[in-house]
């Protein structure tokens, strides 16, 4: 195994064929317990006389004499480096693997969360709305809660884009998606529907208290101060809340109609389905 010759080995220290990636602990180890009168088993690595490393798996056996005095030890070795290689390379390729799962994991929530997400403004796109929507919807019939729907437009929108061009535009849509996002609670789900139009879906939210938070809302893009343009821009806001009779479209259709009376009655308002004819 070695490959050094019988007269090469008889009478040299073990340390001739000892490798140097071994540790001294390790034969202390073996020592302290063959000297104890016990039996030690386990792996040592050893090197070959032209410097390549090998594995031995060995148990070294005390023998004692008739009064229990150690007299000699011996050792039986099986060669098993290709058994030990074998088992480090599939440990390295079971890392790599891992590593390859955690990359692709890492690359199907990118993907997920892309494929949910709005890339202008950060907020939920109108597929992963619709997708809340409907879960949201059934979990307010099963358990009979209320469920409300605030939807907004930026007024004159257009204007904006025609007066200081798109890319302003887009910096208007991305602070108020930022404004909105900090005046509404974690369990609301604020999208951006299409254009410059956003959906908020309330949870456990009163028809009334809906009215509240989009008029809450409604002053306080209002009142913020843009930096990008010169004045201030507003936005129309359209309220409705699920009803024993309702399905999703009904109840969107009501939200969007209360949205449109908003636009039509000025803008810069509040309307609930309540005022709706």
């Known amino acids: 195994?070695?490959?050094?010759?019988?007269?090469?080995?008889?009478?040299?220290?073990?340390?001739?064929?000892?490798?140097?990636?071994?540790?001294?602990?390790?034969?202390?180890?073996?020592?302290?317990?063959?000297?104890?009168?016990?039996?030690?088993?386990?792996?040592?690595?050893?090197?070959?006389?032209?410097?390549?490393?090998?594995?031995?798996?060995?148990?070294?056996?005390?023998?004692?004499?008739?009064?229990?005095?150690?007299?000699?030890?011996?050792?039986?070795?099986?060669?098993?480096?290709?058994f030990e290689q074998t088992k480090e390379q599939l440990s390295i390729l079971n890392k790599a693997m891992k590593h390859k799962v955690d990359e692709l994991y890492s690359m199907t929530q990118t993907l997920e969360e892309q494929a949910s997400i709005d890339v202008l403004t950060g907020t939920f796109n109108r597929m992963k709305f619709e997708e809340f929507f409907n879960l949201e919807f059934q979990k307010a019939k099963m358990q009979r809660n209320k469920l409300s729907i605030i939807l907004f437009d930026i007024d004159k929108f257009k204007s904006i884009n025609d007066t200081y061009g798109h890319d302003v535009g887009d910096e208007i849509l991305k602070d108020i998606a930022k404004i909105i996002s900090k005046n509404v609670r974690s369990t609301d789900t604020l999208s951006r529907w299409g254009g410059e139009e956003f959906a908020i879906l309330l949870p456990g939210t009163t028809f009334d208290s809906a009215k509240i938070v989009a008029n809450n809302l409604k002053n306080t893009i209002a009142d913020h101060k843009f930096k990008s343009i010169d004045g201030t821009i507003t936005a129309s806001f359209g309220v409705a809340v699920c009803n024993d009779e309702d399905n999703q479209e009904k109840l969107f259709k009501r939200v969007d109609k209360a949205l449109y009376k908003a636009k039509n009655s000025g803008r810069n308002l509040v309307v609930g389905e309540d005022e709706l004819l």
Not at 39 to 55: C, E, F, H, P
């Open 1 to 82: 195994m070695s490959g050094y010759s019988r007269a090469e080995l008889i009478g040299k220290p073990h340390s001739i064929v000892r490798h140097p990636t071994m540790p001294s602990s390790a034969f202390k180890e073996l020592w302290d317990t063959i000297k104890e009168k016990k039996a030690w088993s386990g792996l040592i690595t050893n090197m070959k006389k032209d410097g390549r490393k090998y594995v031995v798996d060995s148990t070294v056996v005390p023998i004692l004499d008739i009064d229990g005095d150690i007299v000699e030890y011996i050792a039986i070795r099986h060669d098993v480096t290709e």
